[in-house]
């Protein structure tokens, strides 16, 4: 389960002004699509339209073939995970951000999940530092650990479909390695939808979309998109 379709989808956030032109594409249960395109492009604004923070004007999007306006918030959320670019973590131990959503999770699966997500020597630690262990520096999460705890939190939430937003922000190129490694990871056998922002970091999705100016300008695997450039 988890398919996901986009038909002729249109949107615009000011009626003057349209964001996306009729999008359409198909994200088979499973399978990965990556979207990638210069900044501006509307990738986000697909993001925000899957969670339905908006309304369409136009089209359809679909999960398993039904529309998702006739779906509540709760299931929307459940259904879908989301490691977005910047993540906002609660001012409380990594567990705690790490179980959120997942109330009911044992330590043992919260553990497992901050170990996948090499998160695990973090557990005990607050976003902004440890907790009071005498001697230990005030050690801040950079960028890409916080990330990282967003990723323990999907491994543990488990949905079928995951939407991935690729950092932007300057992460050194091991820990971008790292982080891949674990977003490979968390969308294996997921319907995964990747924000991407770089082709070179997608090269192994189903099928990428270039999306430029609120079209799908081009489409196809990395092999297929690299012989055409
Ligand atoms: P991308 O993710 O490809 O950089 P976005 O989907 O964030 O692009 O944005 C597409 C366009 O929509 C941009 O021109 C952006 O300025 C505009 N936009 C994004 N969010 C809003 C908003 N809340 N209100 C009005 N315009 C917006
Ligand atoms: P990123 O590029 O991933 O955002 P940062 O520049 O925020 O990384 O942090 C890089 C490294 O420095 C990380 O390992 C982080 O734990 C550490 N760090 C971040 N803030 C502090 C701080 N205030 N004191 C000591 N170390 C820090």
């Known amino acids: 389960a988890g398919k996901v379709e986009f038909r002729d989808v249109q949107f615009s956030y000011d009626p003057n002004r349209k964001i996306l032109k009729g999008i359409s594409f198909e994200v088979p ?12 492009a509307g990738k986000s604004t697909i993001s925000r339209l899957l969670f339905r923070f908006y309304d369409i004007q136009g ?3 679909l999960i398993d073939g039904q529309d998702i306006r006739d779906v ?3 299931s929307l959320r459940a259904a879908i995970g989301m490691v977005p670019q910047d993540t906002v973590l609660f001012n409380d131990t990594i567990a705690y951000n790490i179980r959120y959503g997942r109330v009911d999770a044992s330590e043992e699966d919260v553990r497992k999940a901050a170990e996948l997500a090499q998160i695990g020597p973090f557990i005990e ?7 009071s262990m005498v001697g230990e520096r005030g050690l801040k999460l950079s ?3 916080k990330q990282r705890v967003a990723i ?8 079928p479909i995951l939407m991935l937003d690729e950092a932007t922000s300057a992460l050194d190129s091991h820990t971008e390695q790292e982080i891949q490694a674990a977003l490979d990871l968390v969308s294996q056998g997921r319907t995964t ?5 770089r082709l070179s970091t997608v090269i192994s999705a189903d099928e990428i979309i270039v999306l430029q100016d609120g079209q ?3 489409r196809g695997t990395h092999a297929a998109l690299m012989r055409k450039a």
Do not use: F, W
């Open 72 to 74: 509540t918030q709760e």
């Open 59 to 61: 089209g359809k999007i």
């Open 152 to 159: 323990a939190r999907t491994i543990l939430k488990a949905p």
């Open 216 to 218: 799908i300008a081009e």
């Open 143 to 145: 960028g890409g650990e």
């Open 125 to 131: 630690r607050l976003p902004d530092g440890y907790r």
């Open 193 to 197: 939808i990747v924000i991407a922002h």
């Open 29 to 40: 249960a499973g399978k990965t699509v990556a979207i990638v395109g210069p900044s501006g």
